[in-house]
């Protein structure tokens, strides 16, 4: 598997930022986006909620790295939640140039708001299906996240951390600022800035900039630009320019 510390690093469907208005994308991974999750603004939040959503993008940027080959992506995902915990699952497809047919991502967290910052706090878990013999890069990864609202604007810090980084047996942390500005109430621009270190591994710094526009409360398009400062490690790290149509329902 070519640099497979990195470029093996599959997408973390993070559902723990939920809500059209309500932050900024976890943009470290395709899934989300800027993309928003269609919970009405009717629904009672002291009810168990189930979110499902289908997203089609033209390429799979996890932290500005391409995992699909540059090739279109095909996302599913369901999340519960219940008060301010919840869990989620997804599944999309992978291209490392090896057996592995696709990933799964498993997630769990806990979202509370202190003094007005609003938190997310859990658990994801990463797996591969059909990996290659005597090859495990499962990995799980604890996260944190901070939400703060500035009006129409909302900023983040997210931080991301493993102590067995896609099976290299090594320490990895992902920290990632964001930003979101609400322009109308169907379109928001948003965009991240974050840095990949690895315990004996190559690191690198990844940026994204785009816009989402919501048709409607279950259907959104985003359109965006990805890079990463390492293009002398091949393809997957180059500037990419990327499309995504997401259903939430």
């Not at 109430?185 to 900039?209: C, E, F, M, V, Y």
């Amino acid at each position: 598997m070519r640099n497979v510390l990195p470029a093996a690093a599959g997408a973390v469907l993070w559902l723990g930022c939920a809500g059209a208005n309500a932050a900024p994308p976890d943009t470290s991974s395709m899934p989300q986006l800027a993309l928003p999750q269609a919970t009405p603004a009717e629904a009672d939040p002291a009810a168990p909620q189930l979110t499902l959503s289908a997203t089609a993008a033209t390429n799979y940027i996890f932290r500005g790295v391409s995992q699909t080959e540059n090739d279109p992506a095909i996302f599913g995902a369901a999340r519960a939640s219940y008060d301010n915990l919840y869990v989620g699952v997804g599944v999309e497809n992978v291209n490392f140039h090896n057996s592995t047919d696709a990933e799964y991502d498993l997630s769990a967290g806990w979202t509370p708001v202190v003094a007005g910052f609003r938190l997310d706090l859990g658990v994801i878990r990463y797996g591969y299906i059909n990996q290659p013999d005597h090859t495990r890069i499962d990995t799980t990864e604890l996260k944190g996240v901070v939400l703060h609202d500035f009006g129409p604007a909302t900023l983040a810090v997210a931080v991301f951390y493993t102590g067995n980084f896609f099976g290299s047996g090594h320490d990895a942390v992902y920290v990632e600022g964001r930003g979101a500005y609400r322009i109308t109430p169907k379109l928001t621009a948003s965009g991240a800035l974050g840095r990949q270190t690895i315990d004996a591994g190559t690191d690198h710094t990844t940026w994204n900039a785009g816009v989402t526009y919501a048709f409607t409360k279950h259907v959104a398009l985003d359109l965006r630009y990805a890079d990463t400062d390492q293009h002398d490690l091949g393809k997957p790290y180059g500037s990419h320019y990327v499309a995504a149509i997401k259903g939430s329902f």
